[in-house]
């Protein structure tokens, strides 16, 4: 499976935007989907997950209620809304997947994903 991430940009405190991961070279129906950012000098970290049906999200406590995961597994994509940005969502946002459809407690783990993106910058001014 190749994962490919974008819409990733510019925007300032307060703004919205909804990045993309499109999956190519094997459908996704079966997997589980997660995104994970990596912040300027931290480590990369999770932000939410998505099981194979889309009937079931985690996310990280920094961002619940103001991200949303979701999926169209007929056009092969994830995809993660982003509201009410804030200077500390900056970082590049990498997408992830796993074939499992036990939505399983490693899906918040980096090791446990064995496909992911090339990653995309999101910046957010204050």
């Known amino acids: 499976v190749q994962l490919q991430a974008s819409g990733g940009g510019l925007v300032q405190a307060g703004g919205s935007l909804k990045l993309s991961c499109a999956a190519s070279?094997?459908?996704?129906?079966?997997?589980?989907a997660g995104w994970f950012r990596q912040a300027p000098g931290k480590e990369r970290e999770f932000v939410t997950a998505?099981?194979?049906?889309?009937?079931?999200?985690d996310y990280a406590g920094s961002v619940k209620g103001r991200f949303t995961i979701s999926r169209d597994n007929s056009k092969n994509t994830v995809y993660l809304q982003m509201n009410s940005l804030k200077p500390e969502d900056t970082a590049i946002y990498y997408c992830?997947?796993?074939?499992?459809?036990?939505?399983?407690?490693?899906?918040?783990?980096?090791?446990?994903?064995?496909?992911w993106g090339q990653g995309t910058l999101v910046t957010v001014s204050s």
């Open positions: 998505i099981s194979w049906s889309g009937n079931n999200q």
């Open positions: 992830a997947a796993r074939e499992s459809v036990s939505f399983v407690s490693g899906r918040s783990k980096e090791g446990w994903y064995g496909y």
């Open positions: 070279g094997r459908t996704l129906t079966r997997y589980t």
